[in-house]
């Protein structure tokens, strides 16, 4: 799990004017290594910072230089306990640095230690309250635990903090739906939608929503949405399909045999185009309602 703003603060650190106490060969080592970084080249990036960590009496400026040895391992070499160990150092070092606590939290997530991670959001967040992202990402790691009351919590506070921000209240809605709050639940995705028309992933979770309450009508209309917004979406028009066949036996109980045909004929299209596209589930309901029907694909 990757989150952007971490590059923001790494990618703020300039050399020039920042190492007024070491000499030339720390600077030269952590610029080197500095480049080295952002090309990606995490080997060689680490050498450099281990040289620059020698290189250095300043406690501050070996700080930095863990920081960015513990993400090269991370990113780089995957030594996730050797990057977990430089985070420590850097943050013995200056412990009210927020950046060394992401890297850390990240770290601790591939190790898959998600209560020490979820303890390096909660400081983040105490040495910034305005983090929403450290919200964001603490609540991510709860809902993960199953606190989903702890997740809701979370994103509400980054919801607070932006009230833009649809990724919070999408999450939140899927939070609220595990923890049974299908009304809740339902609001969220909405909200979500409206603030960002295109969010395929809401639309798909407000239209299972709208499924399980059996508001058929709703949920084809999220899910051709879906399909307007990724045509390749084999799982849109499956279920897409599914709806019609709820809406079949609806019209079948009213003796609209007409429509029921028409809803039969469409469902089938779907499941087609959803076979097409490799969604397997598919065959089974053309077994099961499309063995007189010669359709062509939507």
């Not at 595990?178 to 969010?199: C, N, Q, R």
């Amino acid at each position: 799990m990757m989150i952007k703003f971490l590059m923001v603060f790494m990618f703020s650190v300039f050399v020039s004017g920042l190492f007024a106490q070491d000499t030339t060969s720390f600077k030269t080592y952590y610029a080197n290594g500095i480049v080295k970084y952002k090309a990606k080249d995490y080997t060689g990036a680490i050498t450099d910072f281990n040289n620059a960590i020698l290189k250095t009496n300043v406690e501050s400026n070996k700080a930095l230089a863990f920081f960015y040895r513990a993400s090269s391992k991370r990113l780089g070499t995957k030594d996730y306990t050797g990057a977990l160990i430089d985070c420590d150092s850097a943050i013995n070092i200056k412990k009210d640095k927020d950046e060394y606590y992401i890297e850390r939290a990240l770290t601790r997530f591939e190790l898959k230690d998600t209560v020490g991670a979820i303890a390096d959001y909660t400081t983040i967040i105490q040495l910034k309250p305005t983090a929403e992202n450290a919200f964001m990402e603490r609540a991510k790691l709860k809902m993960m635990s199953k606190d989903y009351k702890g997740a809701i919590t979370d994103f509400k506070s980054a919801i607070d903090l932006n009230a833009n921000n649809s990724e919070a209240y999408n999450l939140g809605g899927r939070a609220k739906l595990m923890a049974k709050d299908t009304t809740g639940a339902l609001a969220d995705f909405s909200k979500a939608i409206e603030l960002k028309p295109d969010y395929l992933k809401a639309y798909i979770n407000r239209a299972n929503i709208y499924m399980g309450q059996k508001n058929y009508e709703l949920a084809k209309a999220d899910f051709s949405k879906v399909i307007e917004l990724k045509p390749d979406e084999g799982s849109a028009y499956y279920f897409r399909g599914r709806t019609d066949i709820k809406l079949r036996i609806v019209a079948e109980k009213a003796a609209d045999a007409a429509k029921a045909k028409e809803l039969t004929t469409d469902a089938c299209a779907d499941f087609n185009k959803a076979k097409e596209l490799g969604y397997t589930k598919a065959d089974d309901m053309i077994s099961k309602y499309c063995k007189d029907q010669v359709v062509a694909p939507k």
